[in-house]
């Protein structure tokens, strides 16, 4: 490709990982963002997303120059919407500088009319020096003349023409506006937009960051850089000293991290217990990324794809504990996390001093506190990490990682956490992801259930099924989610995503967090019996939207 002359403000495309190129335009990045070592490179905010990366030059183009071209290869929905983002910011920016440009034509007639003024004003003091009296002495008139000169040329000038000759700034040379050089201190991505991308306005559906005042929520910018080691860098210094004083941080990666070839590899052993939905995921994205990892899964068969793709094989937890770094695990509930731990050959025969051992089961906080305090125990170091998507979003990378325990752990499984999840979250003690987790799939189950009664209720009143989701679909609950689930339901296809089983034991767990601490779950507990009745139905292995099947029957 041929060199490019690009500069800050201008419009590109900009080539993230195996992402489509993507509008978006070069900005001055955070203060306390480092530049990354080698090749030349743009920090670049992409329209119609939260993402913002260094890109290498080589992998910026024009936006004007290869808009049509990336408008024909590119079809989906969310690229429409940026570029449809760009366009109303091109269109708000001409408007500001149309509005100066006439603003500026206004200005230049106001200068030319005080200077007629000033030439007019001028000549009538010339000829009220002609008509003093002639007695009066040659140099005494040519004293008033030049008086009258002087008085003319001040006369000529505006107050803001004096202005601009007086100011040092050189002439020609548009005023410097600290604003579009420097980033705010905001933790808001709208405002680390700068000059005037300032204007730009989020299209509807984009949800802006957390804001700073939660203190389990304070987002740093993984740097994306060519090969280094990856850094944390805080987004403002505000958040710097919050992070210090809270002890709890988010770590927010441009979009899907997993399909961003920045990722430099943990060179750590990695060891991986549990192949089911989310673990096949997990692990085929730790291996992209160049991760040396050791699979063990119950009924070995399903290692096999795994070692083609170059996975070592462990014959027991135990074994695979002993010889790896870091060890991951994600299995089905807590009597399953137990016995791998607890049981024969399990991960606590494998602990020694400086083994460590993240949990990523979706289990209760009385479960994780316990198997944190033996592992503990042995030397070892435990985090919990329970993740929240399905079998797409581990297949694509995009989890979301809740994290709790031992925080130095956590920084080193980083780039683990980059391959398999776009964002991940530092909660503070053992257990309080759990609890995190159980809410989040109370809330997620809860809204299943009452999408399923609605289709039903449309149904059985003579309504389209389609209609309403069409209608759902253009309102405030549209989702993937939502029509996904719709989707399943209308044609009848239940494959599993997220199994009707594991929703119906997170909603069981979050109702007994709800009682420990008495507080009334009214809603997950109905949902959690419709729940029950899809399972005496044979639905435990189908997808959770088979719960609709509860309504039917």
């Not at 600290?178 to 509807?204: C, H, N, Q």
């Not at 189950?445 to 039903?456: P, Q, V």
């Not at 609950?477 to 029509?483: C, K, Q, T």
């Amino acid at each position: 490709m041929a060199a490019v002359s690009l500069r800050l403000g201008d419009l590109v495309w900009g080539k993230l990982g195996r992402y489509p190129p993507w509008p978006g335009k070069i900005v001055n990045p955070p203060k306390d963002l480092k530049k990354p070592r080698g090749k030349k490179c743009f920090f670049v905010k992409f329209f119609g997303t939260e993402d913002h990366a260094w890109i290498k030059v080589e992998q910026l183009k024009p936006y004007h120059a290869h808009k049509e071209e990336m408008i024909k290869i590119n079809k989906g929905k969310r690229f429409q919407q940026a570029v449809d983002a760009v366009e109303e910011f091109l269109k708000k920016a001409k408007g500001k500088d149309q509005a100066s440009s006439h603003n500026s034509s206004e200005e230049k007639n106001w200068r030319n009319s005080s200077e007629e003024r000033g030439k007019q004003s001028a000549g009538d003091e010339k000829r009220k020096a002609g008509l003093s009296e002639g007695k009066l002495k040659k140099s005494t008139g040519e004293g008033k003349k030049r008086a009258s000169s002087v008085s003319s040329e001040r006369g000529s000038k505006s107050p803001l023409k004096r202005a601009l000759d007086q100011s040092p700034r050189k002439r020609g040379r548009p005023p410097k506006d600290e604003k579009d050089l420097t980033i705010p201190e905001s933790s808001t991505v709208k405002r680390v937009m700068t000059g005037t991308v300032a204007g730009f306005k989020w299209p509807p559906g984009v949800s802006e960051p957390v804001n700073d005042g939660d203190p389990h929520f304070h987002h740093f910018l993984l740097s994306q850089t060519e090969k280094p080691t990856v850094c944390y860098q805080a987004i403002t210094k505000k958040l710097k000293v919050c992070e210090e004083e809270t002890g709890s941080t988010s770590i927010q990666a441009a979009d899907s991290t997993a399909v961003n070839g920045s990722i430099t590899p943990t060179d750590k052993k990695i060891g991986f217990l549990g192949l089911g939905l989310m673990g096949s995921g997990i692990v085929s994205n730790l291996l992209k990324m160049g991760h040396t990892v050791t699979v063990w899964n119950r009924t070995a068969e399903k290692c096999d794809l795994f070692i083609q793709e170059g996975a070592r094989l462990g014959r027991t937890p135990a074994e695979v504990v002993s010889t790896c770094d870091i060890t991951f695990a994600c299995v089905s509930d807590p009597k399953a996390a137990k016995d791998l731990v607890l049981g024969p050959s399990g991960v606590l025969q494998g602990i020694r001093p400086g083994k460590c051992y993240v949990d990523m089961s979706t289990v209760d906080a009385d479960t994780v506190t316990e198997l944190a305090q033996v592992i503990v125990s042995r030397g070892g170091r435990f985090l919990e990490a329970p993740v929240s998507g399905n079998q797409q979003l581990s297949n694509d990378g995009m989890l979301v990682i809740l994290a709790a325990g031992d925080r130095g752990l956590y920084e080193d499984c980083s780039s683990c956490f980059q391959a398999m999840g776009k964002t991940s979250f530092f909660l503070g003690e053992v257990g309080n992801a759990a609890k995190m987790m159980l809410i989040v799939n109370m809330v997620q189950g809860s809204f299943m259930a009452t999408i399923a009664e609605g289709l039903t209720l449309a149904q059985v009143t003579g309504q389209s099924q389609q209609t309403l989701l069409d209608i759902l679909n253009q309102g405030q609950l549209a989702s993937i989610f939502l029509d996904q689930k719709c989707q399943n339901i209308l044609q009848g296809n239940f494959k599993p995503d997220f199994y009707l089983k594991y929703i119906q034991k997170d909603l069981r767990l979050a109702i007994a967090l709800g009682d420990s601490v008495n507080h009334p779950t009214p809603m997950a507990a109905a949902a959690n019996e419709v729940y029950k009745r899809a399972k005496a139905l044979d639905q435990s292995d189908n997808d959770m939207s088979a719960v609709y099947r509860a309504y039917i029957h």
